[in-house]
T-cell receptor, first 115, second 110 residues
Framework: DTAVSQTPKYLVTQMGNDKSIKCEQN?????MYWYKQDSKKFLKIMFS???????INETVPNRFSPKSPDKAHLNLHINSLELGDSAVYFC??????????????FGEGSWLTVV | GEDVEQSLFLSVREGDSSVINCTYTDSSSTYLYWYKQEPGAGLQLLTYIFSNMDMKQDQRLTVLLNKKDKHLSLRIADTQTGDSAIYFCAEGFGNEKLTFGTGTRLTIIP
């Protein structure tokens, strides 16, 4: 069973559209994340949720809205997609904060291409 | 501010040791990590070191931390083709946040 699963894996869409990426973890972790990896492989945190509460929101445009219906799910909705949103989006989870020596588990990524 | 730098590329002959280096600017980190990303996959934690340690060994992996110079390295002994990947160092600050380095793409020469 996949520990952190995200869908879709590939997404090609036109500028201006609204899209969502879903993420689920079956590890019983209390903390979930969204990371963005650009074409140069730079990896930046976008959001972090702990027990459904937003903990980290890193200067991400308002067009990006995370939603955590329960602690096993963290979805990412993106409005009015722009060309610069093209990237790989990684969902991740950990038990306790990842910066405290706790292992963070990553999903396989969602490749978003905006045309 | 947080700034974590790595060389972008490293090529090593199969069987040799690989040394991947990382420098960081924020010395308040409590943990420093090494992650591996294989093509088309997410990141996988390899190892981490607490900031008050200067060395950690785990099988073929040796992590060295020079806190004075803000320098972290990962040595992979007897490098194999399966070690080809992008390696990221990361800083943890005792909360939920990890700041990742720019990544080093390791290529193994047969």
């Amino acid at each position: 069973d996949t520990a952190v699963s995200q869908t879709p894996k590939y997404l090609v869409t036109q500028m201006g559209n609204d899209k969502s990426i879903k993420c689920e973890q079956n590890l019983g972790h209390d903390t979930m994340y969204w990371y963005k990896q650009d074409s140069k492989k730079f990896l930046k945190i976008m959001f972090s949720y702990n027990n459904k509460e937003l903990i980290i929101n890193e200067t991400v445009p308002n067009r990006f809205s995370p939603k955590s219906p329960d602690k096993a799910h963290l979805n990412l909705h993106i409005n009015s997609l722009e060309l610069g949103d093209s990237a790989v989006y990684f969902c991740a989870s950990s038990q306790g904060g990842a910066g405290r020596g706790n292992t963070i588990y990553f999903g396989e990524g969602s490749w978003l291409t905006v045309v | 501010g947080e700034d974590v730098e790595q060389s972008l590329f490293l090529s090593v002959r199969e069987g040799d040791s690989s040394v991947i280096n990382c420098t960081y600017t924020d010395s308040s980190s409590t943990y420093l990590y090494w992650y591996k990303q294989e093509p088309g996959a997410g990141l996988q934690l390899l190892t981490y070191i607490f900031s008050n340690m200067d060395m950690k060994q785990d099988q073929r992996l040796t992590v060295l931390l020079n806190k004075k110079d803000k320098h972290l390295s990962l040595r992979i002994a007897d490098t194999q083709t399966g070690d080809s990947a992008i390696y990221f160092c990361a800083e943890g600050f005792g909360n939920e946040k990890l700041t990742f380095g720019t990544g080093t793409r390791l290529t193994i020469i047969p």
